[in-house]
């Protein structure tokens, strides 16, 4: 029989257990010869030791004992490999049937649980339509039989870790000022952002730096309400406000709100409201000097609405762009009652053992005291976590414009959809000719696959019981879409499930608030894995982790075009290929290198404005 602890088969012998050479042992097969020692006694009497018997009766009783070594061996290894070929042919047969398992609970499973116990769980739990099949079958099938045989390997070294010690010689140094406070005379700036928590953060960050430019005082920003987002969060519902004035006073003036005098303005008639479609993107500090000054200086003040990546990279001013990452990562801090919860989060994912990440003072403030709480550290080992965030929501896959398996059904969902929320795409698709899907796919165009981010989790060498926070919102094709993962890798948990109902209802309709949560758990992360790299989440979490991590928080950016180039060969290719291939091009792009120009401060601030490196001399001011 077998056990769900996967102890191994029982094996129960009846009868005799004789099995040897059968020239000297074929009297014993008849009880009726007369050289047979079938009368002997099975055990011996207290008055006869092994030694007094006769020469050829101890060889044979050493031929029996061997016998049924060899007999047991045999029929052990037998129902082993039975049971290691029924348990990869019931993986392989639930990531190819991904069937739906509505109300399925995610949840962590005993250490010794077997892939029976999973599979009752989802019978028990799910209830399905006819199951689709995967364009990955097969090397998730490999993943499977790998993933199998790492339990008993050691972990890899560069596993949980960022290559090249030279990260470890960069320090935060962006809360260093070498300017004068500004008086902000010049007149107000408001801003209204739109887009979600990343667009906004970017945009808050940006408006600093404008009326630092400018000389202006900043009016509290305030955030667009979205039909996308439908979330009516502001400010003073994410970050703490004072805070973020009184940190930055040395650099700029802020105020709550605009004075009673400017209230009543018609800020539109006078041409003080300046939308997004009045400034392109990422617009240079001498578009700012030269057409919204004096715009300042007549009306004493303007509104930008949107805001949306409306500042340059390059070229600008040592101290302001230095000003950028000081109100990045020092000036905006989360609301107490995100930060509760997102310590709360982080303590559950590292299973209440005891330890103070690198990042949770910055991120939970006063509440990072309760991410140590509870059991004492357990040997040396402590419990580790990885974080993901799958980009495969269904606004992402429809603009992608590329085919994920569905077929004809996916096909005719996704362009209905695109109908509806991007009517400009639809009718560009009609009067110009685009790539085709696996065109798009090639040059790495595609938000990588739930079944392609398993694949490159177990190439890479983490084993099922890796412990993973999935980020994001609702996937495209629900929790079906997620059985691969889920099957492969069983601790996967999210805010939904980490918390109760009760924790998480406070948060209920805030999508913006939701994602603060998930910014906190995957910053703290032991290692951040993302599937797109364009994704703003993403971007800001990498460059939080880049700048308070001391070059010891990994993060994994995967590389579309190279890794789609390797699953394209996914019905030849081997598995120990396929897994060099990825690691190596993983590990290339898992280095993090100083900012080239032009690129984001928020998720390259390794550079001197942001950072101070002890084996270089910065450049001047």
């Known amino acids: 029989m077998f056990r769900s602890n996967s102890a191994g088969p029982e094996i129960t012998h009846t009868g005799t257990p004789i099995d040897g050479d059968p020239d000297s042992l074929s009297e014993l097969r008849s009880p009726s010869s007369s050289n047979s020692f079938g009368s002997l006694p099975r055990t011996r009497s207290a008055g006869h030791s092994f030694s007094s018997l006769p020469n050829g009766l101890r060889r044979i009783t050493k031929k029996r004992k061997t016998a049924w070594y060899l007999q047991s061996a045999s029929v052990g290894l037998v129902l082993l490999f039975a049971a290691f070929v029924l348990v990869n042919w019931w993986m392989l047969s639930r990531i190819q049937e991904s069937a739906q398992t509505r109300g399925i609970k995610f949840k962590f499973l005993k250490a010794n649980s077997s892939t029976f116990s999973i599979r009752e769980e989802l019978i028990k739990l799910g209830k399905g339509k006819r199951p689709q099949k995967t364009i990955y079958a097969r090397l998730l099938a490999k993943a499977a039989h790998a993933l199998a045989e790492l339990n008993n390997q050691p972990e890899l070294k560069d596993l949980w870790v960022e290559p090249y010690a030279i990260a470890s010689t960069w320090k935060p140094c962006a809360e260093q000022r070498d300017w004068e406070p500004s008086d902000g005379n010049a007149g107000y700036i408001m801003v209204t952002a739109n887009g979600g928590i990343n667009q906004q953060r970017v945009a808050i960050c940006n408006a600093v730096a404008v009326a630092r430019l400018l000389n202006a005082t900043l009016v509290l920003p305030k955030f667009l309400y979205s039909s996308v987002w439908r979330d009516a969060s502001q400010f003073g519902d994410i970050y703490q406000e004072e805070h973020f004035i009184n940190y930055l006073k040395p650099d700029v003036r802020i105020v709550k709100e605009l004075p009673e005098e400017l209230q009543s303005l018609d800020l539109e008639a006078i041409g003080s409201l300046v939308s997004d479609v009045d400034i392109a993107k990422e617009a240079k500090p001498s578009f700012y000097l030269k057409y919204i000054r004096p715009i300042l200086n007549q009306n004493r003040v303007i509104h930008f609405v949107g805001f949306g990546n409306r500042l340059a990279s390059d070229p600008l001013p040592f101290q302001i762009q230095r000003l950028r990452c000081r109100c990045n990562f020092h000036a905006l801090r989360f609301v ?122 177990a190439a890479l060498g983490y084993n099922r019981h890796t412990h993973i926070y999935l980020a994001g919102a609702q996937i495209y094709g629900g929790k079906s879409r997620l059985t691969a993962l889920t099957t492969l890798y069983p601790y996967l948990v999210t805010k939904e499930t980490l918390l109760s109902p009760t924790e998480i209802e406070p948060f209920a309709n805030f999508s913006s608030q939701l994602a603060a949560l998930d910014f906190i758990v995957c910053t703290a992360a032991d290692v951040f894995a993302m599937t797109d790299s364009g994704s703003q989440f993403s971007s800001l979490i990498s460059g939080y982790r880049v700048y308070y991590g001391r070059g010891k928080m990994p993060t994994i950016r995967p590389n579309k075009r190279r890794l789609a180039d390797i699953f394209v060969k996914n019905n030849t290719i081997e598995w120990k290929v396929f897994e060099k291939r990825v690691r190596k091009a993983v590990r290339q792009n898992k280095r993090v290198f100083s900012r080239p120009v032009g690129r984001s401060v928020y998720r390259y601030p390794r550079c001197h404005e942001c950072m101070c490196n002890n084996t270089e001399v910065p450049p001047p001011n």
């Open 336 to 457: 107490p009652k995100i930060q509760e919860t997102g310590a709360l989060l982080i303590q559950r994912m590292r299973q209440n053992v005891t330890r103070l990440g690198l990042l949770d003072p910055h991120l939970v403030g006063p509440y990072a005291k309760s991410t140590t709480r509870g059991q004492r550290n357990r040997a040396s080992k402590t419990p580790r976590y990885l974080a993901l965030h799958l980009r495969f929501e269904i606004d992402m896959v429809a603009h992608s414009l590329c085919e994920y398996g569905g077929g004809e059904e996916e096909r005719r969902e996704l362009e209905a959809y695109r109908r509806i929320h991007f009517p400009a795409l639809v009718e560009e698709k009609k009067s110009k000719k685009f790539p085709s899907p696996a065109a798009l796919r090639s040059e790495g165009l595609c938000p990588l696959m739930p079944e392609e981010t398993v694949l490159m989790l």
